[in-house]
């Protein structure tokens, strides 16, 4: 399905070329052909579609003992810090339905968010379904950053100033975080929220106007919610549907991106106009002309460059923090 007319005008034109030629390649739709094809095919299009990588001081991976066994992270520290400098942290969380994504899809945003927040990353690689279903997912991520906190010395950063993040199932993963560690340690000190799912049970505007021909549909969006939920009881669960809270008061300052072609728009603002009704400081952001799934697609859409930057940004406004000029 192409997209609208009217929709043209306002609809970036690096986004739509990337949306023609997904069309033109005539690449299957991930829905129908499996769990372990989908991640081949999701792994290569956002390796295929990343920027060449930003460099930074230092990586490292390593595993963390979770509830379900051990996970996979990975660690980053920007250009430009002093040794034995404590770092903001932030803690990411992947996107791809709970069912794709790992380190290497999402590393260049990582990157980037390291490099324009002068910040440490530690990216975590959380258990997926179908083979583990909710809420496993909301364990791993609740199991990482009390892992980052209790470790922060060994990595250089402040377990004070830990930033829970990520982007849409992962947005879905760091604003539950941002709930479930509201009243105990580590308790975030802010959020980034991508183009989150806030509602496994939405039925909004924007789903029904983008159900097709942007690359999410309606229908890979609820195989990805069948992978994940035991079953439809699920939905209304605060942990995979973070809308339904019933008290969103006291949680970290939030930073909520969204996109203007994307299903989950609304529900996305949906969730900043919660939070802002419960006395939260939130800034939202909607880039208007793109799609969802732009952050990690910054070899193709520029705006995922100008993304990464305003994330940085908004950390660095907030912990007040600057990369040391050199002469």
């Not at 999701?42 to 390796?47: G, K, M, P, Q």
């Not at 760091?174 to 009243?183: E, K, S, T, W």
């Not at 006395?279 to 002309?289: H, I, K, L, Q, R």
């Amino acid at each position: 399905m192409r997209v609208a007319d009217a929709d043209q005008a306002r609809l970036d034109p690096q986004a739509r070329a990337l949306i023609e030629s997904t069309e033109r390649s005539a690449a299957p739709a991930l829905s129908p052909v499996g769990v372990e094809d989908a991640r081949r095919l999701y792994r290569e299009s956002r390796l295929a579609l990343a920027p060449p990588p930003v460099a930074v001081q230092e990586t490292r991976d390593f595993s963390i003992a979770g509830p379900g066994g051990a996970f996979g992270a990975r660690y980053y520290r920007p250009l430009g810090t002093r040794p034995g400098e404590a770092l903001p942290a932030v803690v990411y969380f992947h996107g791809g339905g709970w069912t794709c994504g790992d380190l290497d899809t999402h590393d260049s945003v990582c990157r980037g968010i390291a490099a324009h927040g002068y910040c440490a990353v530690v990216a975590v690689d959380y258990r997926l379904g179908p083979e583990h279903k909710f809420p496993a997912a909301v364990e791993d991520a609740l199991t990482s950053l009390q892992w980052v906190a209790a470790n922060a010395s060994s990595f250089g950063v402040d377990p004070a100033r830990l930033v829970v993040a990520g982007e849409s199932a992962g947005g879905n993963l760091a604003a539950v975080a941002a709930i479930a560690l509201r009243d105990s340690a580590p308790r975030p000190a802010m959020q980034v929220l991508v183009y989150p799912v806030t509602d496994q049970a939405a039925d909004t505007d924007s789903l029904r106007r983008f159900a097709q021909g942007y690359l999410l549909t309606r229908e890979l969006l609820r195989w990805y919610q069948g992978n994940y939920l035991r079953d439809e009881r699920d939905r209304a669960d605060w942990r995979a549907s973070p809308l339904r809270a019933k008290d969103h008061s006291r949680l970290a300052p939030a930073y909520v991106v969204t996109a203007g072609f994307d299903p989950l728009r609304d529900e996305g603002k949906a969730y900043a106009e919660r939070l802002t009704q419960a006395g939260v400081d939130v800034t939202y952001e909607c880039f208007e002309g793109q799609i969802h799934g732009f952050l990690p697609m910054a070899g193709r859409i520029a705006a995922a460059h100008h993304a990464h930057y305003r994330i940085g940004q908004m950390l660095r406004m907030r912990f007040g923090t600057f990369p040391i000029v050199r002469p």
